[in-house]
Every structure is written in structure tokens, then in C-alpha cells.
């Protein structure tokens, strides 16, 4: 029984318990939903928005209404919760607190902001309280400035004047447009003549004042398509509007500049226009600043009489300096070249220097460089014109020079220059045919007259002496001489290699023509010269013949082609014209020889389609003239045997040695004179002779050379019937 009692009054201590945690959360959570109040009430004032406008007896619309206000009523209230005010109202006499939703008031700004702005409807109307449904105090036109002061969110507060007296209306803020409150500052340009400054924004309103087209107009920023300006009207500052299409703006983040004078004088304007009167003038070249302001015009501060003033320079009086502080080296063209003051030919020089002076300058204008030079040790800026220097740094532009462009030289020229360095090249008798060709084929004469001077060492090589070939036109470095063609005259051969230059190598469509480098002396050089120093010698020449001139060749044109193509001739010397018998050297006639295996027989001693004229079979018998000692041999084939003239069934040309054998031939050997050739052997009397190493042919007996106490029989040179005999001491029988 006492542990029955025991567990009953722990049983009931344990009810009292939950009891109280159940009350506990009861009223927390009446607490979690009672609505926030802070602890200081902030008050305030707004408009009834709402029609009526209700104050509640609890915090809940779905509470009992105390009291109903007109929409647009002032009323007053504190802060209570998120979504509630607490105002309070008098019921029956009796202050009672009541409720108002925050979405039912607009709530007034409590630092009323001073603004200005423009009537947008017609009429714009002043009510008597902040409701569009209250009496009208007042009403304006459309475009109409007016002053106001910033009310609530949808309104705004403005004093009016009825029967002399101050009252206080209200504007819709929908019914006006609001200036800017941090209104920018403007330089313009007036567009229209008159431009006008008007007492309203609006085009129809009385005009407080006009400016004539380009005056320079200062102004703030007011409503879209409209700028306020204060103007001066009988001594009196009054505020006037001007319509945004009527003015163009300066440049609001102007840019700076330096530039140069154009004009002579180059004039500084009261207005952008320029017939407006000159503030100030300057001398052509001289260095300006100034900034950017609107479209064809720059805004420049000067002084007149010692006093700034703002001016305007026409943007077509004045050339922008290059912003670029990268430098670059100029050569000096002119004897003196001068570093001038300022940017004109006409400015005092700082300095001079001598011609190829190499200058380290800074592009300034399209016109000038700019130049830091010292004087006394100090450093001085001045400005060296560009026609007077080149970016050539070296002397020997005419690698570079477009070998189409005509030569400023004469054929007089071209002959007192051989006569200051030459005077017994024959080269100076073809001065005219020189110019002749570059009017032809538009090839510069003074590359033609180089070119010759450089192929011919001038005028002393065979090929100009014998084949009248002064540029070695279809030598091939196997065969320089022979393959070389012949000209009947100079003037043929400058012709043809002028025409053969400009088609092949300098047009752009031409077989030679090298694209990178063009049509200079480095692009022909690529394929027509395999000595690559060829280009150096030809410039060196050119410059040596007429200094190089940058000024010159800058202007001139590219010169056509104005006549057809030359003659054409063939590449041997014809016969009966001398001939170097030291290249060409002829076996005696009657030498005939064997074909020992099947062979070409071309018309030159060159491996090509082109020289190709038909194939000997093995054992034809030809006859042999001789050969050409400019036929190089190099042990490879097909020049590793000796090249040979032959003819065939009556017709010249060449055969591969090594597939020739030679029949009855001689050769004078191990002297260095001349043979003697005796009417009988040993101590006959002399009768003829043979240089060292020329040939003979023997006369035979029994088909073999004809031999008597070692000996030889032969026939004398250029005879065919008379015969003698040499010494077998100093012979050689030629096989091959």
C-alpha cells in the first residue's frame, strides 16, 4: 500500500508538470503572432490614398473600422509593424488608437526637394489636395515652366497665387516632366538662323532672345529636347529654353591636340565660322594647341591682350600632330638639310647637317618629322622636312628603285660620264640607243647603261667586241661565249635585252617576275644572275652614273610598254665577221670523225629541248670544224669530253665528244711558239708553220698518217693540195 501511494503522488507531480509546458507554449506561440512593434515609433504624415481610406481597430482588415478619410486627406501616423501604422483617432469625442494598412497612405518625403519641370498635358491642372478628384486651384498650358517641390510618389506640392494670395496646390506627377536635378553643363554651336531662346519649352512661346548660325552658346541639360540657358534681356539675367535640335555640343570629354598651322595666316575665330571676327593669328607652320568641340571645328584657348579668351580654328586650317612616340631614322637627301622652329620651310633652322646625315626622328605630321637636336648642350625640339630625307638608310637606293620608271638622264649625260671614267669605252657611242630603249620598253636608261657597263667590263668583252652582245644575253655558265647571241649592232642588242627585262622580269605577269621584292634589281637578281652579288654591281654603277635621287623617283610614273618586240637573231657570229680565235678554234678542212654510239646533234653545246636537232646513229661519219674553248669542262657529264663543232649533210651544230671519235687530226704539242714546217724532213727548207697547239692534218698513205724518219707529212694550213713536214718530236694524233 505504501508503494501503491508512493507512485501515485509521483504521478501527479508529473501531470502538474506537462500542465505547465503546455500553457507555456501556448503563449509563446500567441506571442510568435502578434504583430512587430518597435520600441521608438517613428511619426509621420501621408496621403489617403484609398476611397475612404479606413483606420482599424486591430491590425486586421477584418477588424472594426473606427473612422473613414477622403482620398487625398492628410493624415498622421507612427510606425508599428511591417504592413501596419498606428494612428490616432477621436470616436465620439474620445482618443482611440487605431490601425492603417501601409498600402493605404503615401507617405510624405520629409525633406521636400526644390524642382523645376514642364507641363505635359493640356491644361495641366493645381488641385486643392494631392487627389486627381479635388477642386482645381489653378491649371496650366501645355510646355509651361513650372516650380514645384517633391510631396509624396505620385505627387507633387506647388504654391500658387489666387486673388494675390499664396495657396498651396498639388500637382499629379504624371502631368509634368521633371528637369534634370544634377543638370550638365554645355558648350554649342547654334544651328539655325536665328537660333532662339525661348521663355517656355516649347517652339510657339515668345522668344527672350536669338543668336545668329555658329554663334558658340553655353547651357545646362533641362528635359529631353530641351536645354535651359541664362541669358541677359535689358541687363536682366533671365533663364529662357533652347530646343536641343537647334544646337549641336561641344565635345564633353574634349581631346587634346597639337597640330600645325596650314593656312597662311592661319586664323583663330571669335565664332565657329569664319566670318566671324579673328581673335588672333599665326604664321603657316607654326605648332598649335587646341581641343576637340563639335564637327569641322577645334576650340583653342588665347590671349588677346593678355587675357584669355576661347577662339575656334576651321579643322581644314590645321593638320593633327601623330600621337606615336616611337622614333625612327631618316636619311638627309639635300646637302643642308635644316632643323627648322617650326613646321615651314620658311622657319628660322636650329641646325643643318650634311647630306646622308643619319637623323633618328618622330612622325609629327604627314608633311614633317620632329626632331630633338642640341644646342649649347641643351636639348631644342624642332622639325625637318620630310621631302628632304629618305627612310633608305643606305645610299644605294636603286636596289629597290621600280626599274620601270624613267631615268632622269640624257644621253649627253651618259656620255660625259664615260668620259670622266671611260673615255675609250665604245660603250658611249649607244648613249642615244640607250634612251631610245628606255622611250620604247619603259626600262630605266640608267640600269640599261649599268647593266652593260657591268657585263661587258666597258665594253672590253668579246661577246660586245664580236657578237655586239653588251649584256650576255643566252650566255649559259657552260658556254658564256657561244651560246651568247649575236646582234648586228649595239643598238639591236639593248633593244632586245630592254624588251626581253620588262616582259620577263619586271611586268607582274612575266616568267621571271619574283613578286616579293617586284621589279628591282633584288627581284631580277633571284633568277637572272646566279652570281648574287650581281644586283650590288649593277646599283653601285647606277649610283656612280647619277646619284640617287629619293625626291625624284617618289614622282615618277611607271613607264608602258610602247613598241613591239625586236628582231631576233640567231647565236653564231656569221661567216666572214671576225671571230676570237682564241675561243673559236677551227680544225683544218677535210677533218672528218666517227659517231661511236647513238647521239643528239643540237645546235648548241647545251643540254635542252630546245637545242635538240636530231639523232646520229652509231658510225655516221661527219665532218669535224673544231671547237670552242669558252665550253667548259668539268669532268661531269655531259661535260666531262670536250663539246664539237660538226656538220651534217651540210648543216652546223654540236655533238657530245665522248660519243665522237676524230679520224686524221694533228695537234701541236710541248712547244711554245711556233712549228716550222720543212719541204723535207729534218733540215728542208721552211715553208710554213703552225702556231703552238694548233692542228694540222696529215696526208695519208694506206689510210694512216704518212710518217718519214719520224716525221709527219701534212698539208700546210688553208691548202689542200701543198703538203710538208714537221717534226713527230712535237705532234700529237687527235682521237678524241
Given at each position: ?23 507555456f ?14 520600441e ?14 479606413s ?51 503615401d ?53 500658387i ?5 499664396a ?9 509634368v516632366e ?10 554649342g554651336?547654334?544651328l ?22 555658329d ?87 588665347v590671349?588677346?591682350?593678355g ?7 576651321s ?43 643619319i ?69 658611249k ?30 665594253g672590253?668583252?668579246?661577246?660586245s667586241?664580236?657578237?655586239h652582245?653588251?649584256?650576255?644575253y643566252?650566255?649559259?655558265?657552260v ?5 651568247a ?9 639593248i ?6 627585262v ?5 611586268n ?31 646599283a ?27 628582231s ?30 647513238g ?8 643540254t ?6 636530231k ?60 712549228l ?22 696529215p ?25 710538208g ?11 678524241n
Amino acid at each position: 500500500m505504501l508503494v501503491k501511494g508512493q507512485y501515485l503522488h509521483g504521478g501527479l507531480k508529473l501531470y502538474k508538470l506537462k500542465k505547465h509546458i503546455v500553457a507555456f507554449l501556448i503563449f509563446s506561440l500567441f506571442l510568435l503572432f502578434l504583430p512587430y512593434q518597435s520600441e521608438a515609433a517613428t511619426a509621420y504624415q501621408g496621403v489617403a490614398l484609398d476611397n475612404p481610406t479606413s483606420v482599424y481597430s486591430q491590425a486586421s482588415t477584418n477588424s472594426k473600422v473606427l473612422k473613414g478619410y477622403s482620398a487625398g486627406s492628410i493624415l498622421k501616423y507612427h510606425s508599428y509593424s511591417t504592413n501596419w501604422y498606428k494612428a490616432t483617432v477621436y470616436v465620439s469625442g474620445r482618443a482611440t488608437t487605431g490601425y492603417i494598412p501601409k498600402g493605404a497612405v503615401d507617405t510624405i518625403d520629409s525633406t521636400p526637394e526644390t524642382l523645376s519641370g514642364v507641363a505635359k498635358p493640356s491644361p495641366t491642372r493645381i488641385y486643392s489636395k494631392p487627389a486627381t478628384g479635388a477642386p482645381v486651384l489653378k491649371q496650366y498650358a501645355a510646355n509651361t515652366v513650372l516650380k514645384y517641390e517633391s510631396f509624396t510618389s505620385n505627387w507633387y506640392k506647388a504654391t500658387i497665387y489666387k486673388s494675390g494670395k499664396a495657396v498651396t496646390g498639388y500637382i499629379y506627377a504624371a502631368d509634368v516632366e521633371t528637369a534634370d536635378r544634377n543638370p550638365a553643363s554645355f558648350k554649342g554651336v547654334a544651328l539655325q538662323s536665328p537660333t532662339r531662346v525661348y521663355t517656355q519649352t516649347s517652339t510657339g512661346s515668345t522668344a527672350l532672345k536669338s543668336y545668329n548660325k555658329d554663334t558658340v552658346l553655353s547651357y545646362e541639360s533641362f528635359v529631353p529636347g530641351w536645354y535651359r540657358a541664362k541669358v541677359y534681356v535689358s541687363g536682366k539675367a533671365r533663364y529662357g529654353y533652347i530646343n536641343a535640335a537647334d544646337v549641336v555640343n561641344g565635345d564633353p570629354t574634349p581631346n587634346s591636340y597639337k597640330g600645325v598651322a596650314l593656312k597662311s595666316p592661319t586664323k583663330i575665330y571669335s565664332q565657329t565660322n569664319t566670318l566671324s571676327s579673328e581673335l588672333k593669328t599665326y604664321d603657316q607652320g607654326r605648332i598649335l594647341s587646341y581641343q576637340s568641340f563639335v564637327p569641322g571645328w577645334y576650340q583653342a584657348k588665347v590671349y588677346v591682350s593678355g587675357k584669355a579668351r576661347y577662339g575656334y580654328i576651321s579643322s581644314a586650317d590645321v593638320e593633327n600632330a601623330s600621337t606615336s612616340s616611337s622614333s625612327l631614322q631618316v636619311r638627309a637627301l639635300v646637302d643642308k638639310i635644316q632643323v627648322h622652329t617650326y613646321a615651314s620651310t620658311n622657319a628660322p633652322s636650329i641646325k643643318s647637317y650634311s647630306k646622308d646625315t643619319i637623323l633618328k626622328v618622330y612622325n609629327f605630321t604627314s608633311s614633317w618629322y620632329k626632331v630633338t637636336v642640341y644646342v649649347n648642350g641643351n636639348p631644342v625640339t624642332g622639325y625637318v622636312y620630310k621631302k628632304e630625307t629618305s627612310t633608305n638608310l643606305t645610299p644605294d637606293s636603286y636596289l629597290n628603285l621600280d626599274l620601270r620608271k624613267k631615268a632622269n638622264i640624257s644621253a649627253a649625260d651618259i656620255v660625259n660620264f664615260f668620259d670622266a671614267n671611260r673615255p675609250n669605252s665604245h660603250l658611249k657611242d649607244y648613249a642615244q640607243d640607250f634612251i631610245d630603249a628606255q622611250t620604247k620598253y619603259g626600262v630605266n636608261a640608267t640600269y640599261l647603261v649599268a647593266h652593260a657597263i657591268w657585263e661587258t667590263g666597258w665594253g672590253t668583252s668579246a661577246l660586245s667586241n664580236y657578237k655586239h652582245n653588251l649584256y650576255g644575253y643566252g650566255a649559259y655558265d657552260v658556254c658564256p661565249f657561244t651560246c651568247a647571241y649575236y646582234f648586228p649592232t649595239a643598238g639591236d642588242s639593248i633593244n632586245s635585252v630592254a624588251y626581253m627585262v620588262k616582259t620577263n622580269y619586271l611586268n607582274s605577269n612575266g616568267a621571271y617576275y619574283y613578286q616579293e621584292h617586284g621589279s628591282t634589281l633584288i627581284g631580277m637578281n633571284v633568277r637572272y644572275a646566279t652570281d648574287q652579288n650581281w644586283k650590288n654591281g649593277i646599283a653601285n654603277l647606277m649610283e656612280r652614273i647619277r646619284t640617287y635621287d629619293d625626291n625624284y623617283y617618289a614622282s615618277a610614273s611607271v613607264l608602258p610598254l610602247n613598241s613591239d618586240r625586236p628582231s631576233t637573231f640567231g647565236r653564231d657570229i656569221p661567216k666572214g665577221m671576225a671571230y676570237p680565235n682564241n675561243t673559236i678554234l677551227k680544225f683544218p678542212d677535210g677533218i672528218t670523225g666517227k659517231i661511236t654510239e647513238g647521239v643528239s646533234f643540237r645546235s648548241l653545246p647545251y643540254t635542252s629541248a630546245a637545242t635538240y636537232i636530231k639523232s646520229l646513229s652509231q658510225s655516221t661519219t661527219v665532218e669535224v670544224l673544231g671547237y670552242n674553248t669558252d665550253v667548259r669542262l668539268n669532268d661531269k657529264y655531259p661535260y666531262d669530253y670536250r663539246w664539237y663543232r660538226i656538220s651534217v649533210d651540210g648543216q652546223e651544230g654540236w655533238v657530245y665528244g665522248g660519243s665522237l671519235s676524230i679520224q686524221d687530226l694533228l695537234q701541236v704539242v710541248n712547244i711554245t711558239t711556233t712549228l716550222n714546217i720543212r719541204l723535207e724532213p729534218k733540215t728542208g727548207d721552211v715553208i710554213g708553220s703552225v702556231p703552238a697547239n694548233g692542228f694540222l692534218k696529215p696526208v695519208l698513205k694506206d689510210g694512216k698518217p704518212e710518217i718519214v724518219d719520224s716525221w709527219y707529212r701534212v698539208y700546210l694550213p688553208n691548202s689542200t693540195t701543198k703538203t710538208g713536214f714537221v717534226s713527230g718530236e712535237y705532234i700529237k694524233v687527235v682521237n678524241n
